[in-house]
């Protein structure tokens, strides 16, 4: 089984991925969980979330990388800001899939407002998708974009499929990106 929990910022996708493979681990399932290197902001060897929940994770830069230690007897493999690893993630997933439960969570959609990564085939695959939403921080409704607060790129660039992303991505946190609805992602800079 294939599941993505995508959304924006700061809606709870790597909460809802640690919940879901805690919950794999109270049921004595063989749990494996990854996530991307460039991700070093609270942890760099744990799926974090904003509000501090923890699980331990192997960093990858490349999904060859996480073939390369998933082990054999894995029940269920998370894999958190799944938006920055390379196309090979796609079939990485639905391979694994086939014998174990694969659970992917990260941004759909990027501060411009364009489909991440190898997001859009992830989701056209998945079993289940949970879409998530947070609160805008301008007019409080429920937002599905994320906005970037500040154009400067200060930390790691990453390229996806050979499309040049310069300046598209930057990891960061509130400092650097807020949740919005999409009127005020669009309307107020």
Known sequence: MLEVVCGPMFSGKSEELIRRVRRAQIAKQHVRCFKHAA??????????????????????????????????GVDVVGIDEVQFFDV?????????????????????????????????????????VTKLTAVCVLCGSDAAR?????????????????EDLSGTIRVGAADVYEARCLGCWRDKP
Do not use: N
């Open 39 to 72: 991700d070093d902001r609270y942890d760099p060897e744990a799926v974090a979330s904003h509000g501090d929940m923890r699980f331990s994770a192997r960093p990858a830069k490349t999904a060859e990388e996480i073939w390369a230690h998933v082990g054999l």
């Open 88 to 128: 090979e993630i796609v079939g990485l997933a639905r391979t694994l899939s086939q014998k174990a439960r694969v659970i992917c969570a990260g941004l759909d959609l990027d501060y411009r407002g364009k489909p991440f990564g190898a997001m859009p085939a992830l989701l056209a695959l998945a079993d289940k």
């Open 146 to 162: 994320s906005f970037r607060k500040t154009p400067e790129i200060e930390s790691a660039l990453l390229t996806l499929e050979g």
